[in-house]
């Protein structure tokens, strides 16, 4: 006697018979030459188209993710999506920060190197996509984990292998960028305690379509033979891969990048001038004479000995400005550049850091305002290079700096000009002083508090070019600092700002690095006044004038 095998309505029909009969017989057979073109032709995208990506694509992609396998079936996937400019525009200016620190670990030559590689895509890819694991459940609690406690970290990375193959399916380019610190990344995004990111997904239609991996193409490695990381039974040493730690050129914005592209000339002829080329051509501001901003102002903290000049030099230098006759002014008219000289404090020595703040409150907004108004007043001129003069503004600047980035005296004072070693124990103490009275809370308001009056107008001045969709070079630290403050208060200022030169001060590196920028000059200038930045501003528009008149190729 017979019985047909009971068959459950919902699962798997499927007997044990039928799977030995053909254990085969569960294959996509029609499905496995899509399946295979589609993982040969996914690629790590860098350069994006900025066209919308409609709704419903995006939902089938974050689909695919959420379909991804989990340990215990946990799903401890979350998906963040991004859209908002001012959200990307401060991820793009952290992974710029990120950038130029490994860049900052590695041989001089090694570095180089990496910065000539493109490694994200941030402002230009219309969406953003951070996935984030909730690891707030107990390892213990969730089945598997509590052998493998980061099997959860792991299924979020198959999501994101999900979501790369969705996307490049449908047409859609990813690029996966993990140069960030984690904890700024959380904070950005708001995420609770326990929740952790996995990086930022770029996400859009691609301006590249790459034939096969591009630090494979750019020559950095190669695809290991399959054999080469394939064991059988137990581990058998092979040598190791060499690791290549990258990090990307900052963000392009497609339209400028396109014409880039028409110019008959290998893609990144001009080296870090190209990134910086591709960055303000994309703004909304740049062609014309340009202009010398130069703000001077007395500091009271001179009374401290931190400075070989008497202060009266500042007073001095400003009269030479204005009659076209000082470093700054003449170089100026040499590159073709307006001059236009601030008065932000000369002769009116305030709060001396130690026991009083630089500015009071009325005093800051006041100077703050008069660089907007002034800095308004530019916008169209071309771009504005950015000059200080201050007796004692290096002891100033070096204080605000510590604390906008959280460090102490010793990693910012540097000598200044003409300064012996007594003079620089001074300065030493002074900035750690000054930091002691303020607190720790300090960076809210560095300008007002440590810094001085050039720095306030300077603020202001960085603050409405950038509004305006103008450029704004930057000269040494003080310059540097004032803009470091401006980005504190609008991220998105950061994409309008060229590191016209590194100083020979020792904050200046670590400020610049926090702005994400690498200077166009590395001459040692220690000369105020923006002599850096006139000759900086010289060169890009030497280099604007180029792109302009160089041949352009025919697009197909």
Same mark, same amino acid.
């Given at each position: ?61 974050? =689909? ?22 001012? =959200? ?77 193959? =969705? ?6 380019? #990813? ?21 952790? =990111? ?138 073709? #550049? ?219």
């Amino acid at each position: 006697m017979s019985y047909r095998r009971p068959v459950p309505t919902i699962g798997d029909p499927s007997s044990a018979a039928e799977r030995a009969a053909a254990p085969d017989a569960w294959a996509l057979r029609d499905d496995l030459a899509s399946l295979e073109r589609v993982v040969g032709a996914r690629r790590d995208i860098r350069r994006f188209r900025p066209d919308r990506v409609p709704d419903d694509v995006l939902t089938a992609v974050l =689909t695919a993710g959420h379909r991804g396998p989990s340990v215990g079936h946990s799903q401890p996937w979350r998906f963040v999506v991004v859209t908002e400019a001012a =959200t990307r525009d401060t991820a793009a200016l952290m992974a710029d920060r990120c950038r130029l620190r490994q860049a900052a670990g590695m041989a001089e030559e090694s570095a180089r190197g990496l910065l000539d590689l493109r490694l994200e895509g941030i402002r230009e890819a219309p969406v953003g996509v951070v996935v984030a694991c909730d690891r707030r459940t107990p390892a213990a609690g969730v089945l598997g984990r509590a052998t493998f406690p980061d099997a959860d970290l792991w299924s979020c990375a198959a999501a994101i292998e999900n979501i790369w193959l =969705t996307a490049r399916a449908h047409g859609l380019g #990813l690029g996966w960028v993990t140069l960030f610190e984690p904890a700024e990344l959380a904070d950005l995004l708001g995420l609770p305690d326990g929740v952790e =990111t996995l990086g930022w997904l770029c996400l859009g239609w691609p301006d590249e379509r790459p034939p096969e991996p591009g630090l494979e193409r750019a020559g950095w490695s190669r695809r290991l033979p399959l054999e080469q990381v394939v064991m059988h039974e137990r581990w058998t040493e092979r040598d190791a891969p060499t690791s290549h730690l990258r990090a990307p050129e900052p963000a392009d914005v497609v339209a400028a990048r396109d014409r880039s592209d028409d110019l008959l000339t290998v893609p990144g002829s001009l080296g870090a001038l190209d990134t910086v080329l591709d960055r303000v051509t994309a703004l909304a501001v740049v062609d014309g004479p340009g202009t010398l901003v130069v703000a001077a102002a007395d500091h009271a903290v001179t009374a401290y000995g931190i400075s070989a000049f008497d202060p009266s030099v500042t007073a001095d230098v400003a009269r030479a400005t204005r009659e076209g006759a000082s470093m700054g002014a003449v170089a100026a008219r040499a590159a073709g #550049l307006d001059v236009e000289l601030i008065d932000a404090g000369i002769g009116c020595s305030r709060g001396d850091l130690v026991t009083a703040d630089a500015l009071d409150e009325t005093t800051y907004a006041g100077l703050l305002a008069l660089g907007r108004t002034r800095g308004t007043a530019l916008v169209g001129a071309g771009p504005v290079a950015l000059g200080e003069i201050g007796v004692g503004n290096t002891t100033v600047a070096a204080a605000v700096a510590a604390a906008l980035l959280g460090v102490s005296a010793d990693e910012v004072v540097g000598r200044g000009s003409s300064a012996d070693t007594a003079m620089l124990e001074r300065k030493r103490d002074v900035v750690t002083r000054a930091l002691l009275r303020v607190g720790p809370r300090a960076a809210n308001d560095a300008v007002r508090r440590l810094g001085g009056g050039e720095l306030a107008v300077l603020t202001g001045v960085v603050l409405a070019v950038a509004e305006a969709g103008g450029v704004v070079v930057l000269d040494g630290l003080a310059t540097s600092v004032a803009a470091l403050a401006a980005v504190r208060v609008e991220p998105a200022v950061a994409a309008h700002l060229v590191a016209g030169q590194r100083s020979r001060e020792k904050a200046h590196a670590l400020v610049l690095r926090e702005l994400g920028l690498e200077p166009l000059l590395d001459l040692r200038i220690r000369a105020g006044e923006g002599v850096g930045a006139v000759l900086a501003t010289g060169l890009l528009k030497d280099a604007l004038a180029l792109r302009r008149g160089v041949a352009r190729t025919t697009r197909v």
